[in-house]
Nanobody, 129 residues
Framework: QVQVTESGGGSVQAGDSLRLSCSAS???????MGWFRQTPGKEREFVAS????????NYADSAKGRFIISRDHDKNEVYIQMNKLKPEDTAVYYC???????????????????????WGQGTQVTVSS
């Protein structure tokens, strides 16, 4: 069982930056990770993902050029640096780890939402105009 915990949410002004952190613990540790977000009344949407090695990343169009996903293997943490935040980025952000059956070599761009089986509780990000 993989336990995922997010931190770093908060309230910021449009144009500000925020970094979310995610720690994941489990028997394998060789799993790709991703960030998703959800606003009330809407479906959860993909934001970014990173392969186990960190060598490949994938971003939603809304995140490209503004968000950067990274990971620190020593700390077993994943981060998403969010820059130039907009009010429409307001959401609960979830970190997730893939099922342990997903090959550690899977490129981030090949991951589907259904590949992510372990989810954190979410952290609120609010961007004011």
């Amino acid at each position: 069982q993989v336990q995922v915990t997010e931190s770093g949410g908060g309230s910021v002004q449009a144009g500000d930056s925020l970094r979310l952190s995610c720690s994941a613990s489990g028997p394998s540790r060789r799993y790709a990770m991703g960030w998703f977000r959800q606003t009330p009344g809407k479906e959860r949407e993909f934001v970014a993902s990173i392969s186990w090695s960190g060598g490949s990343t994938n971003y939603a169009d809304s995140a490209k050029g503004r968000f950067i996903i990274s990971r620190d293997h020593d700390k077993n943490e994943v981060y998403i640096q969010m820059n130039k935040l907009k009010p429409e980025d307001t959401a609960v952000y979830y970190c997730a780890a893939v099922w342990e059956t997903v090959s550690p070599g899977t490129p981030a761009g090949d991951l589907k939402e259904t590949d992510f089986g372990f989810w954190g509780q979410g952290t609120q990000v609010t961007v004011s105009s």
